[in-house]
């Protein structure tokens, strides 16, 4: 997992991040947060700092102060993360045309 300097394997670890934030789903829409295209950006430094970049379908969401937690608490949960940030942003907004097309069959949007 680490490399010969101790440095983290950031592009694993973004991966590992991913896939564990496919497993934080928005309590109105049976899909992932990542899939719903809700996360613009995931920085992993090599020290295991994690920022995250993400919106919310609609800025009056009302879980608007829940999901960026759970956000957190998954990105923390991955091996080798010691910190994760999240930064809830509303520029560009979110549109359905960013979701996945795995989102969008799930949604009967094809």
């Known amino acids: 997992m680490t490399l010969a300097t101790d440095e983290l394997d950031t592009e694993a670890t973004k991966q590992a ?5 496919r497993k934080v789903y928005d309590p109105e829409i049976p899909v992932s947060l990542y899939d ?6 995931i920085i ?11 919106t919310l379908t609609a800025p009056a969401c009302p879980v608007a102060d829940i999901l960026p937690m759970e956000v957190e608490k998954a ?3 991955v091996d080798g ?5 999240v ?3 509303f520029d560009p907004p979110w549109r359905p045309d960013m979701m996945s097309e795995a989102a969008r ?6």
């Open 17 to 21: 991040v991913v896939e564990a934030l």
């Open 87 to 89: 930064e809830l942003v």
């Open 75 to 77: 990105a923390r949960s």
């Open 44 to 54: 992993v430094a090599p020290t295991g700092k994690v920022d995250i970049v993400m």
């Open 36 to 41: 719903l295209g809700l996360i613009y950006d």
């Open 81 to 85: 993360v010691i910190s994760a940030r």
């Open 105 to 110: 069959l799930e949604l009967g949007m094809f």
